[in-house]
């Protein structure tokens, strides 16, 4: 992936494009976790999503 994405004249940068990937992954897994009720094995939920964008944001950022 280039380091500008151009969508119609705006340029965007491709860390935030890789964000937003990251965050939509997060809402993918959190929708998931909270159907199967996998929330509960964890002692604090909201670190754990943390850690889990933090960990998302670095492989779209190193993958693409």
């Avoid at 500008?4 to 860390?15: C, N």
């Avoid at 964000?19 to 094995?41: H, K, M, N």
């Avoid at 943390?50 to 998302?56: E, S």
């Amino acid at each position: 992936m280039s380091n500008v994405i151009d969508i119609e004249g705006v340029l965007i940068s491709a860390f935030v494009a890789n964000l937003f990937l990251a965050l939509l992954t997060l809402a993918v897994i959190r929708w998931s976790f909270g159907r199967l009720d996998l929330w509960r094995f964890f002692w604090n939920p909201p670190l754990a999503q943390f850690g889990l964008l933090v960990c998302l944001l670095g492989l779209y950022t190193w993958l693409l």
